[in-house]
C-alpha cells in the first residue's frame, strides 16, 4: 500500500481551450472549495483472493470509508476525514510547512476542473461490492 494523492487548496486552473471543462471550471474553482483537504486515499493491492475481498468488505462496513477503483485502474482506499490543520475558513494553517504530499498535488488533477470522475467504480457499502464480486462471477466463498 502507498499513500494517493492529497490535493491542496490553491488557487484557480488555468484556462483550458477547451469550452466545455472552461464552463465546468468556472462552476468548480477552488474558491469556497476545500475537499482536497478533507480525505486521505491510499493505494490498495488489486484484490485477487477471497482475504483481500474479505477485507475490503470489512473496510467498507466502517462510517466514512470507500473504496473505489480509478482510471488508472488501481484501487484505492479513502477515509473521509479532514486535516487538522484546516480552518473553519477552509484555508491550511500551517501553509509553510504542509507535507511534500500536499506542495506536490497539481490542481489539473482536481476532478472539480475536469469532466471526469476520479473513480472508474465506487464502492461505498460492502453491498455494492457484494454486488460487483457477483457480476464478475467471483463467489465470496
Ligand atoms: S478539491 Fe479541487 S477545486 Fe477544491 S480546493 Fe482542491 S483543487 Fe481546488
Ligand atoms: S496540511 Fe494543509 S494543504 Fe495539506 S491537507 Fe492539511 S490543510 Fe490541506
Known amino acids: 500500500m502507498r ?27 477552488c ?9 486521505v486515499a491510499i493505494e490498495l493491492d488489486k484484490p485477487t483472493d477471497q482475504t ?7 473496510f467498507l462496513k466502517h462510517k466514512n470509508v470507500k ?4 482510471f488508472d485502474n488501481k484501487w484505492y482506499l479513502e477515509f473521509s476525514t479532514p486535516c487538522k ?7 491550511c494553517k500551517d501553509y509553510d510547512n504542509r507535507p511534500q504530499i500536499c506542495r506536490e498535488y497539481d490542481q ?11 473513480e472508474k467504480v465506487c464502492f461505498t457499502d460492502s453491498k455494492e461490492f457484494k454486488k460487483y464480486l457477483e457480476k464478475k462471477k467471483i463467489k465470496l466463498s
Do not use: F
Open 3 to 29: 499513500r494517493s494523492a492529497v490535493r491542496i487548496r490553491s488557487g484557480p486552473h488555468h484556462p483550458s481551450k477547451d469550452v466545455l471543462i472552461l464552463e465546468k471550471m468556472k462552476k468548480r474553482n
Open 85 to 91: 490543520e484546516l480552518d473553519r475558513k477552509g484555508w
Open 31 to 39: 474558491s469556497g472549495c476545500d475537499e482536497c483537504c478533507r480525505y
Open 108 to 118: 489539473k488533477d482536481c476532478t472539480g476542473h475536469s469532466l471526469s470522475s476520479a
Open 52 to 58: 483481500d475481498r474479505q477485507n475490503i468488505i470489512w
Open 67 to 70: 473504496v473505489y477503483i480509478g
